[in-house]
């Protein structure tokens, strides 16, 4: 059977729960869209020609059953950017969106996608905080009734003036709108904050005349196809951001893809997601869209409402489309300062706090690696904030290798010596035991390794995980180790250490995960006798010998 004959099989496998799933991501995403196409200055039409476009093409031929796609903040972030430094000049956004789908094409084509797995952690971190300070930034006047600013920089420079210039009715509209947005999941999770915030908006102002910023009419029925406008001598901006937005929408995809493999256990397909998400972003640009990605929250709101397959990502572009067909004009009253207050929690959301708040205890060159791509992400331009990063990472990576100093002393293990520290256990806990043997440092090329090795462990029972040639754990590294963990206890398959050193202990318990005194080992033949007596039901409390660590 052909791949598009199975894709085809499995699309309606789930009606009820892809139908379901779809309608939620889609009331999530309403407001979203419509405040990002504001938010990039190309009105709100923009945006949700974006999300249906998207929506519904990179879902179907994607490869990460149940993503959603639509605008997010990365992507609008370069949007914008291109329109300010080019006003009045909305084709080159959809030029340069066009571009970017047929690059990301070509990375799929090429089989790009996997080199996103050798991201590291503190670049994406930084990348993503970056992302989440942009938007609050440059939304700070909207809340107040003011203009947007296109970049960081005028939005800073625009704050004194906020004070001569401001409108009270349009703070107090932004200020309810958060209200609404961070109080009622404290009563309800079942209801979409950001819509019910938004309507209330809207109709607070309408009844009560308020004079505050609009979104305006947006255009009845969907646009007619038709090329950019753009020229020979816009090429080199065309070029350049088409380049930006298909490696942003690269990575804003794959990481969404591979949050969605955590919560359903599936592996997607990265280098056919790009081949989708770039036809998607074809299309949106002929059809005067914002670019889109795989979006996280409105992809976590499809698959825990049900959505599993391709068709629920489908159905929340359609439903969308249903919207701008027949309530199109009702958006038309809108409050501005209701979008910036919604793109304002998702500034914050995108944020990595996480990291954030553990930046004290996070390895000094990590947390440098973070900080670095952080202020080149806000202040000087999100590609050169990425490769900075992978370039820096790499470099200080080496550094350590170096000062680590990793040899090997001693004869190594062999098979025989294994078989006699294992022949006196039952041939069937040998068969459901696997041991792990980690080699050289755990840092973020190696993750890629231990999480393709998750999957691969079917039939297993316990696994052993060897550290003693381990030298040193990176934050890509041990964020890799606690998700393998994480995965392996949620299939019933015990975890068990040996030779964890003190300061890999550290590095894990920095960043919250839980390693019990019970399972670590300092020899391997100890892990082996205590599956032994788990087996037989007489391991109570293990007993600590003068090998094991005190």
């Known amino acids: 059977m052909t791949e598009q004959a199975k894709d085809s099989n499995q699309l309606f496998k789930n009606p009820i729960g892809d139908i379901t799933g779809g309608l939620m991501a889609a009331i999530v995403a309403l407001p979203l869209c419509l405040a990002f196409g504001v938010a990039s200055e190309l009105g709100a039409q923009a945006g949700i020609y974006g999300a249906i476009a998207c929506g519904i093409f990179a879902a179907l031929l994607g490869g990460t059953a149940g993503q959603c796609s639509g605008p997010t903040g990365p992507m609008t ?11 009045g000049r909305p084709e080159l956004v959809f030029a340069a969106t066009i571009l970017g789908g047929i690059i990301q094409i070509s990375m799929g084509y090429f089989k790009a996608g996997q080199l996103i797995g050798y991201m590291p952690y503190p670049v994406i971190s930084g990348f993503m905080t970056g992302i989440g300070a942009i938007i609050i930034c440059i939304e700070i006047s909207p809340l107040f009734g003011l203009p947007v600013s296109g970049n960081v920089v005028s939005a800073l420079n625009s704050l004194p003036t906020i004070q001569q210039n401001w409108n009270k009715d349009a703070l107090i509209i932004g200020l309810l709108t958060l209200a609404i947005i961070h109080l009622l999941p404290l009563l309800t999770r079942k209801l979409p904050a950001s819509l019910i915030a938004l309507v ?19 255009p009845a029925g969907f646009p007619q196809p038709k090329l950019p406008a753009a020229t020979w001598n816009d090429l080199h901006v065309v070029l350049q951001n088409g380049l930006t937005l298909a490696f942003l929408g690269a990575i804003d995809s794959l990481l969404t893809s591979l949050v969605l493999d955590k919560v359903t256990g599936r592996r997607h397909e990265s280098d056919k997601e790009l081949i989708g998400q770039g036809v998607g972003n074809m299309v949106a640009g002929l059809f005067g869209g914002l670019p889109g990605a795989g979006a996280t929250m409105r992809s976590m709101v499809n698959v825990k409402s049900g959505g599993r397959t391709k068709l629920s990502g489908a159905m929340h572009g359609i439903i969308l489309l249903a919207v701008l067909l027949f309530f199109g004009k009702s958006a038309a009253e809108i409050p501005l300062a209701a979008l910036a207050a919604i793109l304002i929690t998702v500034g914050f959301n995108i944020m990595d706090w996480r990291v954030l708040r553990s930046l004290r205890r996070t390895p000094k060159s990590d947390a440098f690696v973070m900080l670095m791509v952080l202020g080149l992400t806000i202040f000087v331009d999100l590609i050169v904030a990425v490769l900075a990063g992978v370039a820096l990472a790499s470099f200080l990576f080496v550094k350590q290798l170096t000062d680590a100093r990793v040899s090997s002393f001693g004869d190594l293990e062999t098979l025989e010596e294994l078989n006699e520290l294992t022949e006196h256990i039952p041939e069937s806990v040998r068969r459901s035991t696997f041991s792990y043997v980690l080699n050289g440092p755990l840092f973020f090329g190696e993750a890629k390794n231990l999480t393709e090795s998750v999957d691969k ?27 393998a963990m994480e995965k392996w206890e949620r ?34 033949e100890k892990a082996v006798e205590a599956i032994d007596l788990w087996e037989n039901g007489k391991l109570h409390e293990r007993r600590v010998d003068d090998g094991d660590e005190k």
Do not use: W
């Not at 972030?77 to 006003?87: F, G, Q, R």
């Open 77 to 87: 972030v370069v949007a914008a950017a291109i329109y300010s430094t080019n006003p």
């Open 200 to 218: 209330a908006a809207t109709v607070l102002t309408h009844c009560l005349n308020m004079d505050v910023p609009k979104i305006g009419e947006i």
């Open 491 to 524: 299939r019933g398959i015990k975890v068990l250490f040996v030779g964890m050193q003190p300061h890999i202990r550290r590095t894990l318990e920095d960043i919250g995960a839980k390693v019990s005194m019970e399972n670590c080992f300092e020899r391997f």
């Open 457 to 483: 462990l079917h039939s297993a029972k316990y696994v052993i995980i060897r550290l003693l040639n381990v030298p040193l754990v990176d934050q890509t590294g041990a964020f890799a180790l606690e998700s």
